[in-house]
Nanobody
Framework: QVQLVESGGGLVQAGDSLRLSCAAS????????MAWFRQAPGKERAFVAT???????DYADSVKGRSTISRDNAKNTVYLQINSLKPEDTAVYYC??????????????????????WGQGTQVTVSS
């Protein structure tokens, strides 16, 4: 079992940048595809970014061009850097991990149901 702990959220102003961190337990971190999701009040949990076990990355259109997801396997940590934050980025941000399946058919997985482990979330609030 994997435990994920997010950190780095907080209250920021529009235009600022944040770097979120997700620290993972376990000895098989490098074999997991990692992702960030977010959930704003009254909205469904939405995909933000992913980095696969092969280090391929993909982003939601809402953050593409101003966001970078990365992983440091030596530290069992995944990061999400978001620049030029907007009020609509306000949400609870969740880190998620997906164990590799031999039956995997796709490079990326965008649904919350595709992931096996979740962190507790970290609040990001962007003021106007």
């Amino acid at each position: 079992q994997v435990q994920l702990v997010e950190s780095g959220g907080g209250l920021v102003q529009a235009g600022d940048s944040l770097r979120l961190s997700c620290a993972a337990s376990g000895r098989t971190f490098s074999s997991y595809t990692m992702a960030w999701f977010r959930q704003a009040p009254g909205k469904e949990r939405a995909f933000v970014a992913t980095v696969t076990w092969t280090a391929a990355t993909d982003y939601a259109d809402s953050v593409k061009g101003r966001s970078t997801i990365s992983r440091d396997n030596a530290k069992n940590t995944v990061y999400l850097q978001i620049n030029s934050l907007k009020p609509e980025d306000t949400a609870v941000y969740y880190c998620a991990a997906r164990g590799t399946r031999y039956s995997d058919r796709y490079n990326y997985y965008y649904s919350s149901s595709d992931y096996d482990y979740w962190g507790q979330g970290t609040q990001v609030t962007v003021s106007s």
